[in-house]
Each structure stands twice: as C-alpha cells, then as structure tokens.
C-alpha cells in the first residue's frame, strides 16, 4: 500500500520520491534511535517538520480538501501498522481499530492557542496564595508552582515504596485495577507491570549498591479501595477554588536519579497539579511546535512540599530526578 509523502517535504518532486508508510516509519525510527532519541521524541521531531512544512503552504480550498482526504487516508493506515513498526514485530492486523498511539495522538491534537505561552519565559512561582490570588491563574494554562503547597500533607512522612508495597499486595484486585483500568507507566526501565515492581529485590527498590540500575515508574489508580487509603494523607490542594472538584484517578510517580518521563504530551480531561512528596525533581517544558516562534522552553526543581500546576495537555514536557533520595510525586487533575 502505498502514500504519497511529496507534498510533505520540500524536495519530494517525482513519482520516485513517493516511499510506503513502512519505509518511512521505519527510516524514521532507525534515524532516532541513531541519535538516542526515544518513541516519543521522535513523534515530537516529526510532528514539528509536518506542520512546519504545512504553515509554509497556502493552498487553494480544492487543495484543502484533497489534503484533508489524504490526511485521513493517512492515519487509517497508519493506525493499523504504526505501533507495529516502530516496535519492531510483523505486522498483524489488532483487535482495536485505533491503539493508544503516540503519533496518532501527536497528528490529531488540536492546534494550541499560543497564549498559555506567549511573552512568558518562566514559572510563576507562588508562596502562601489565597484561593483569590490563585484563581488570576488557575485556567490560564501558565506553569505555575505553589512553594510549600502540600507541607501539611501527612503524605509527606507516609509516601514511599514500602508503603505502596503493602498497600496494593494487600489490597485485593489492586494489582488487576491498574492492568485493566488504569495505566502503567515503565519509562526507561524493562518492568512489564507494577506487581514486578513491587517484587524487585530490596537492594534494586531501595538503591542500596552503586551496582544497582536506577529505575523510574509511573502508574495511576482506579481502585476505590486504593483511593480511599491515599486520600487520608492528602486532600485538595488548599488553593484551588472552592467549587473546584479532583479526578476519581490518582496519579503516583517514584523513582531515582536521572531522566523520568521524556518529552510528551499528555491526553487528559483537564489541567493536573503534580505535588512533590518526596525528594526533588526538575521540569523541563517545550512550547507545541506551532507556537516556538513567540513562546521559549523554561524548567524549575520542584523540592518536597511543593506542587506543580501544568496544562500537561499543551505544555510538551521531561523529567529529571535530581540527587541520591527517591523521588515520589502525587497527582491529579482539577477543574
């Protein structure tokens, strides 16, 4: 099956210029990995060039149109064998019409409204802030970080890998919930679920050994059982406006020093607040592509007791776990 990429790029000129959508996911991938880029960074890359190439176009209505078919005609393919390539298996036709796809999602998303970063070049950083003054800042989509916005947690003296450990192998179902209902997230590490998490030998989990390989995880819970437990050690940030309601999800980072997350975009409901329960992280933020030219990257270290607020929806953005201590984040989102 073949598509037509010629009028995505500027030196496509003849009929030999046309590659499979194969051979494109496929060089693609091949060229990012070259450079140590990983699934997500390279969707971001291509993202940018795509549209870059699209902005620099004005076509006619008849042009939009056939472009738009194209567009389409596109991404159907694409669905159906994107994951396939780039994680290296025969193709084979799934049982979902359209998978949880980082490119699919990328292509789709809604153009953004530069105004969440236009003449902004860093954090607005809060301190001991009335649900007024909060609320000048709450929707307008600006990085925002609340010094000392969760210190009253008692999260902060219970939170930590032990205390999850048990939670969740006593609970039952808890384990199937996140599977099922929920998400994993590995990142960088080769963990296939969190009930492998959790049975990692306890010099790995607690980084006993210059030996032992950092690791950093992810999940979000959708056991009620879970939630109630978690949510005696913390509550609604006291900031947010009184009509103001948290997700039903809960979302919990953990892990050591070095990268977390890579560059992405998230696809939730809502903007998120993350809060920092346990050592310190770092933050660093992209503008979407279409917006580079009036909007700049920034980052800030978020230290215990702090709580980072994001429109995770908009604001492309990677982690890095800084210094010896495990670092545990909380999250959810707000409305």
């Known amino acids: 099956m073949m598509i037509s990429f010629r009028n995505l790029f500027k030196n496509s000129k003849s009929e030999k210029d046309f590659i499979t959508l194969k051979d494109f996911l496929i060089t693609m991938k091949e060229h990012g990995v070259k450079q140590g880029l990983n699934e997500k960074e390279i969707f971001y890359i291509m993202n940018s060039k795509i549209k870059e190439s699209f902005a620099k176009k004005k076509p006619s209505v008849c042009s939009k149109v056939f472009m738009n078919f194209n567009f389409a005609l596109f991404l159907l393919i694409l669905v159906t064998i994107s994951s396939v390539i780039l994680n290296g298996k025969e193709f084979s036709l799934n049982r979902c019409i359209v998978e949880n796809n980082y490119l699919v999602m990328e292509i789709t998303r809604p153009i953004t409204n530069c105004d969440i970063c236009k003449n902004i070049d860093s954090f607005t950083v809060l301190e001991d802030v009335t649900k007024e003054e909060f609320s000048k800042y709450a929707y307008l989509g600006h990085p925002l970080l609340v010094r000392g916005g969760c210190s009253n947690w008692t999260a902060l003296n219970v ?36 009930q492998e998490v959790f049975n990692m030998s306890e010099s790995r989990a607690k980084m006993l050994s210059k030996d032992e390989e950092t690791w950093y995880i992810g999940w979000s819970n959708c056991n009620p059982d879970i939630s109630s437990v978690l949510r005696q050690h913390y509550s609604k940030p006291y900031f947010l406006p009184d009509d103001s309601e948290l997700s039903a999800i809960d979302w919990i980072f953990m892990g050591y020093k070095g990268p977390g997350a890579s560059m992405h975009l998230d696809y939730v409901r809502r903007p998120s607040w993350q809060a920092q329960i346990r050592g310190r992280k770092t933050w660093y933020l992209l503008p979407p592509p279409e917006c580079e030219d009036v909007c700049t990257s920034m980052n800030i270290t978020v230290h215990r007791g702090d709580i980072i607020l994001i429109d995770t929806n908009q604001w492309y953005h990677t982690t890095v776990i800084e210094g010896d201590e495990m670092s545990v984040t909380l999250g959810s989102e707000y409305d």
């Open 159 to 194: 939170f930590d890998y032990d205390f999850f450990k048990q939670l969740y192998t006593s609970t039952e179902g808890a384990y199937r919930s996140v599977e099922e209902e929920c998400q994993f997230f590995p990142f960088r590490t080769t963990f296939l679920s969190l």
